[in-house]
């Protein structure tokens, strides 16, 4: 089978304030790096609602489509930072990164490709339940992971976070249900101040890896092998799902992680490799952050790569 790459122009007309480091140029750079790659191209569509609802509830859906402007920039975020905006032409690709990671899921478990990568933005493991924030408006990969269990009924699944800021999102819209694994390796300290390895979750499925700043791939692919690997293991998830955020490269603006593309490739190689031992194969991907554009568009292709390869 092949590699399903699910993207969409909508998601360059999201618009951000002139300096915000999640701009429209993420996607332009991925979009460009992955050209050449004999991919099956799939165009996300619009989620609807009930998908959404999986892990929002329809108050929180209607104050998101109530804020895009007709002009300027909507502030979304409540209480927390200032950093989650809406612009006229928003809606489309806010919706498309939520709907491109529920089709990626059925086009996976339909068997009509071995795996996926959405490349979509806004990207959307802060999201809380009723509470947009660093630059996240809905949780992409949780509700995929939630149309997996409740639509394909999956009985387990993972998530395997490897942004450098922690999944507080997902772990909040995923924690309370024993069937999903949450993963989430990030640096601390580091913005959002979550991640710490004493909290499992309610059920013991929650798995967080602090990494100090500067530790290197040496370090974190020994933490993979040694926590990561095992609890996808034992878990025996149906689906792994991974919330691929590229900014612990060495050269981002927004942490200090020393990963560098060969890093995403082997963690990418590990975390296939575990999918073919426990789940046939069946990976889907979805982009979270990474900010420093050189750095993203080399660390997204390796990725893909990866995901290619583990076809073959």
């Known amino acids: 089978m092949s590699t399903a790459l699910l993207t969409h ?22 979009q460009r790096a992955l050209a050449d790659l004999d991919l099956i191209r799939v165009d996300p569509p619009i989620a609807d609602d009930a998908s959404i609802a999986l892990c929002h509830p329809q108050d929180y859906i209607d104050f998101v489509r109530s804020k895009v402007p007709t002009d300027g920039f909507a502030g979304l975020d409540r209480e927390t930072d200032a950093e989650t905006f809406l612009s006229p032409t928003s809606y489309n690709a806010v919706w498309r990164a939520a709907g491109g990671a529920v089709k990626a899921v059925d086009m996976v478990l339909d068997d009509e490709v071995q ?34 269990l409740e639509v394909h009924g ?27 694994l949450v993963v989430t390796s990030q640096q601390i300290p580091l913005w959002p101040g979550t991640g710490q390895a004493s909290d499992r979750g309610p059920h013991g499925t929650v798995l967080n890896i602090p990494l100090a700043p500067h530790t290197d791939s040496t370090h974190a692919i020994a933490e993979y092998e040694r926590q990561v690997i095992p609890a996808l293991i034992k878990h025996q998830p149906e689906l792994i799902l991974i919330s691929a955020g590229f900014d612990a490269h060495q050269d981002d603006p927004l942490a200090q992680l020393n990963w560098t593309a060969d890093t995403y490739t082997t963690l990418t190689d590990m975390l296939t490799q575990t999918a073919q031992d426990v789940c046939k194969g069946r990976v889907v991907s979805v982009l979270e952050g990474g900010y420093d554009l050189d750095a993203l568009a080399a660390c997204a292709r390796a990725h893909v790569q990866s995901l290619m390869k583990a076809t073959q």
Do not use: W
């Not at 490349?119 to 149309?147: D, T, W, Y």
């Open 9 to 30: 122009r909508d998601g360059l007309l999201h618009v951000t304030p002139p300096g915000m480091p999640e701009q429209e140029a993420r996607l332009d750079y991925i």
């Open 115 to 148: 795996n996926a990568f959405v490349a979509m933005r806004p990207p959307g493991h802060h999201a809380e339940q009723s509470l947009p924030m660093g630059f996240c408006i809905f949780g992409n990969v949780a509700i995929a992971a939630k149309h997996a």
């Open 154 to 180: 999956l009985e387990r699944v993972a998530v395997v976070d490897f942004d450098v800021h922690h999944g507080n999102g997902t772990q909040a819209l995923l924690q309370d249900d024993p069937r999903a």
